[in-house]
C-alpha cells in the first residue's frame, strides 16, 4: 500500500504549496510513482494542483487526481466524504506514495473546514503535516503587506489547530512554520515545539514566491501588451512605482523588479524608464504599465520599436489608483511555468527540513527502482557535497543562464560566465534570474589574457605557437574557458550549447590532454530509462575506434559508470553474438573484449554480444548462456559512433528516457560538451556531472 501525506493548514495563504512541492520532490528522491490527490477542490481546474502534477511521476491525471468540490461538500459532507475515500483508493493504487493537499480555505465555511480536513485525513489514514503561515492575512489588506507573526502568537495559532486535528483522530507527524520571520525562526520553532512533541521547521519569508508575474498583473488590469519581449511578461513584480511626474524624480525611485505605472501622456517618463532600463545604471523594472487609455504618440511608438526594447510595455484603460490597487492586489502562485519560483521554493524546504526523519516518520522505504528524478537527485547530492567550481563559456545563452540560477540555487556548484559582465547580468535580470552568486569574467580581460597567452604557447611551442599568436587565440571562450581549467582557477568546464563539439573539445585535446594510460578520450551517455540507469559509449567522438580504441572506451566507461554508483557490467556490441558471426566489424570487437580482460580483469566483461542478447535476460540467457553479463549489462560499449548515436538517440526518443551527456572521459581535466539542442535540465546535469568529476569522486 501506498504511504501518504496530508499537508493540511489552519487558513488560506499560508504557503501549503510550498510544503507540497518540497514533500512531493523529497518522495521522488526515494520511490519511483509519486501522486498528488486534492481532496476538495474549488472546481474543474486547480491551479496547485496542476503545478504539483507537473513533477509527480505516478500516472494520475488531473481530473483523476480530484475528490469532490465545496459545493459537493455543502450538499452532502458524508456523501462527499466517501466519494473523497473511494476516489483516493483509485489514485493511491497507481502509486508507491501520494502528497495529498489539503483544500485552500476559500470557502465561505471556513471556521469548519479544518475540521473536514482532519476527517478526511483519518479516513484516508493519512498522516498529516501541519503547515503554519508566518504572517498574519487579517493584519492587512494585500498579503504580501501583513505582518509577521510573533513567535507567541504562532504558537496560539497552532494549539487550538493540533487539539482540533487530534479530536478528528488525525495523526499530526510535524508542523511546518511557513513564510515565518527570518530574524526569529529559532524563537518560532521553539515556541511551537512547546506546545507538541512531533518536529517543528521554519521555512523563511520569501517575497520573491508570492509575487505575481507582469502577465498576472497585466490580466488583473485588463491590459494588452503594446511594446516589449512577450517572453519577459513571465518576470515577478516585486514593487509599484507610480511615475507620474518629472523623469528626474522618478529615476531615484526605481527598483529591481518593479512595475512602473505611468499615465499614456507621459511619453517622456516612457522614454526615460526605458533609457533606465537599458543603461544598467539603474535597478531593472519589470515592465511599463501605460495607464488612462492614452495612446502614446505615433513618433514616440517608431522611436520605441526603433530601441529594439525587451522592456514589455502594457496599455490599460484604468486611472492611476485603480491600476495601482489592483497590482497590489494581485497574488503569485507556484506555477509550473515558473521554474524560478520552483527552485527557489524546493531549496528553501530542504534547507528548513530535515525530510531523512520526516521520511522515517511516513515510514517510506527507499526503492530499489532508479528513476531519472533519483538519479538526478544522486547527481545533486554529490555535485554539492563535492563543492566545486565550473566555468560556462556561453555566458550569452539564455538556456546557459537559467541553468545556472537552479545550479546556484541548488548550491550545486560555484560557477563562473564568460561574457560581458553587464550584458550578462542585465539580460539575467530581464529573465528574473537570480546570478548575484556567480563570477562573470570577460575573454578580453587583460591580466587573464596575457596570463592564458603565456601558458597556451608554452603547451603549444612545439607546434611553433608564440605569445603574440595566442593572445589572438585565448579569448576565443571555449579557449579561455579551458584555460580556466588547465590552470586550475575552476575544476571544470560545460560548453557546447551553441558552439559545435569539436569548437568545444579540441582546446581541451590541445591542452588539458589524456590522463596516463589512456590513448583515446571518449564519451558516454548516462540514459536515465523508467527504472534504472545505463551507460552508452562512445556516442559522440570517435568515428571508427579500433580495437585498443575501443578496448580503453571500454574501460573508461566502466570507470564513469562505477563513479556514478552504476556497478558495471561491460557489453561489447556487434551484429553478432558469441562466435556465431566472423568478419573484420565482429573481429575488432572480439579483439578489444579479449584487450579489456587482459588489462583490466577485474571488470565483468562479455562479448561480442547484440544489443538484445545484452538487455533482455531471457534473449541473453539463450544466445550467450553463463554470461555474467548477458541479459544484466549495465554499459553498453557500441562498436562506432554511427551505430552509438543513433542507438541513445532511438532510446530517447522512444523510450522516454532522459539521456545525460556526453559526458567526456580520459582527460586529466574534466571538459563536456552539451548538445545544441541542449535543454536547462541538460545543462544543469551536465554541470553536476562536471562537479563531481572535478572532486575525482
Not at 169 to 196: K, M, W, Y
Not at 539 to 565: E, K, M, W
Request: contains cysteine; glycine residues 8%; aromatic residues 4%.
Amino acid at each position: 500500500m501506498a504511504r501518504s501525506v496530508y499537508v493540511a493548514s489552519v487558513e488560506g495563504h499560508s504557503g501549503k504549496s510550498i510544503v507540497a512541492l518540497g514533500l512531493l520532490t523529497t518522495l521522488t528522491r526515494e520511490v519511483e510513482r509519486v501522486g498528488v490527490f486534492r481532496p476538495i477542490a474549488r472546481g474543474a481546474t486547480d491551479p496547485v494542483l496542476a503545478t504539483l502534477l507537473e513533477r509527480a511521476t505516478a500516472d494520475v491525471a488531473h481530473d483523476d487526481a480530484i475528490g469532490v468540490t465545496y459545493d459537493d461538500v455543502h450538499s452532502d459532507g458524508d456523501a462527499a466524504l466517501a466519494r473523497i475515500v473511494e476516489r483516493y483508493a483509485a489514485v493511491q493504487a497507481r502509486c508507491d506514495a501520494v502528497v495529498v493537499v489539503g483544500s485552500d480555505f476559500t470557502d465561505v465555511s471556513s471556521p469548519t473546514e479544518l475540521s473536514f480536513n482532519a476527517r478526511i485525513a483519518a479516513n484516508l489514514g493519512t498522516p498529516v503535516v501541519l503547515v503554519l503561515g508566518g504572517r498574519d492575512p487579517a493584519g492587512a489588506e494585500h498579503l504580501g503587506q501583513a505582518p509577521a507573526r510573533s513567535p507567541e502568537h504562532l504558537a496560539a495559532v497552532a494549539e487550538p489547530a493540533l487539539r482540533e486535528l487530534a479530536a478528528e483522530h488525525a495523526d499530526v507527524v510535524a508542523v511546518v512554520l511557513n513564510r515565518a520571520d527570518p530574524d526569529r525562526l529559532a524563537e518560532g520553532v521553539a515556541a511551537v515545539s512547546a506546545v507538541t512533541p512531533r518536529p517543528v521547521w521554519a521555512i523563511p519569508e520569501e517575497p520573491f514566491l508570492i509575487a505575481p508575474t507582469f502577465a498576472a498583473v497585466a490580466a488583473a488590469v485588463d491590459g494588452e501588451l503594446v511594446a516589449g519581449d512577450p517572453e519577459l511578461m513571465g518576470r515577478e513584480a516585486m514593487g509599484v512605482v507610480v511615475a507620474a511626474m518629472s523623469m528626474v524624480n522618478v529615476l531615484p525611485r526605481l527598483t529591481e523588479g518593479s512595475v512602473v505605472v505611468v499615465p499614456g501622456d507621459r511619453p517622456d517618463v516612457v522614454l526615460g524608464v526605458m533609457t533606465a532600463h537599458a543603461a544598467g545604471t539603474y535597478p531593472s523594472p519589470t515592465g511599463i504599465l501605460l495607464n488612462g487609455g492614452i495612446d502614446l504618440p505615433e513618433p514616440v511608438v517608431q522611436l520605441i520599436a526603433g530601441l529594439g526594447s525587451s522592456l514589455p510595455i502594457v496599455r490599460t484603460d484604468l486611472g492611476t489608483f485603480d491600476t495601482t490597487a489592483r497590482v497590489i492586489h494581485t497574488r503569485g502562485l507556484i506555477a509550473a511555468d515558473s521554474p524560478r519560483k520552483t527552485e527557489t521554493s524546493i531549496a528553501l524546504f530542504d534547507e528548513a527540513v530535515d525530510t531523512r526523519r520526516l521520511l522515517e516518520s511516513l515510514d517510506v522505504g527507499r526503492s530499489t527502482v532508479v528513476t531519472p528524478l533519483m538519479f538526478e537527485h544522486l547527481l545533486t547530492e554529490r555535485s554539492r557535497a563535492a563543492a566545486q567550481h565550473v566555468v560556462l563559456p556561453e555566458g550569452d545563452d539564455d538556456r546557459v543562464l537559467r541553468a545556472a540560477a537552479i545550479v546556484l540555487s541548488r548550491r550545486i556548484a560555484r560557477l563562473t560566465l564568460l561574457g560581458d559582465e553587464a550584458k550578462v547580468r542585465a539580460r539575467a535580470s530581464e529573465l528574473g534570474l537570480d546570478l548575484a552568486g556567480a563570477e562573470v569574467v570577460s575573454p578580453f580581460d587583460e591580466e587573464l589574457r596575457t596570463r592564458f597567452a603565456e601558458e597556451y604557447a608554452r603547451l603549444r611551442a612545439h607546434r611553433g605557437m608564440t605569445v603574440e599568436a595566442a593572445l589572438d587565440v585565448v579569448p576565443d571562450v571555449s579557449y579561455f574557458g579551458t584555460m580556466m581549467v588547465q590552470l586550475g582557477l575552476v575544476g571544470g568546464m560545460v560548453s557546447g550549447a551553441a558552439h559545435t563539439t569539436a569548437h568545444t573539445i579540441r582546446p581541451a585535446f590541445e591542452v588539458i590532454r589524456t590522463r596516463p594510460g589512456v590513448s583515446v578520450v571518449s564519451s558516454v551517455f548516462l540514459m536515465a530509462l523508467a527504472d534504472r540507469v545505463l551507460v552508452y559509449g562512445d556516442c559522440a567522438v570517435n568515428p571508427l575506434p579500433d580495437a585498443a580504441q575501443l578496448a580503453d572506451i571500454a574501460i573508461s566507461s566502466a570507470a564513469t559508470a562505477a563513479r556514478f554508483g552504476i556497478e558495471p557490467r561491460v557489453a561489447m556490441l556487434s551484429y553478432s553474438t558469441g562466435t556465431s558471426g566472423t568478419g573484420a566489424d565482429v573481429d575488432k570487437v572480439r579483439e578489444a573484449t579479449a584487450l579489456v580482460r587482459e588489462r583490466a580483469p577485474e571488470l565483468v566483461v562479455d562479448g561480442p554480444m547484440q544489443y538484445d542478447a545484452a538487455a533482455d535476460p531471457a534473449i541473453g540467457a539463450s544466445k550467450l548462456p553463463g554470461s555474467a553479463v548477458a541479459g544484466q549489462a549495465t554499459v553498453f560499449v557500441f562498436p562506432d559512433l554511427n551505430t552509438g548515436n543513433n542507438t541513445y538517440k532511438a532510446v530517447q526518443r522512444s523510450a522516454g528516457a532522459v539521456a545525460i551527456g556526453p559526458v567526456l572521459q580520459g582527460l586529466n581535466k574534466p571538459v563536456n560538451d552539451l548538445s545544441r539542442g541542449a535543454t536547462v535540465r541538460d545543462i544543469v546535469n551536465t554541470i553536476a556531472i562536471t562537479a563531481i568529476q572535478a572532486a575525482g569522486e
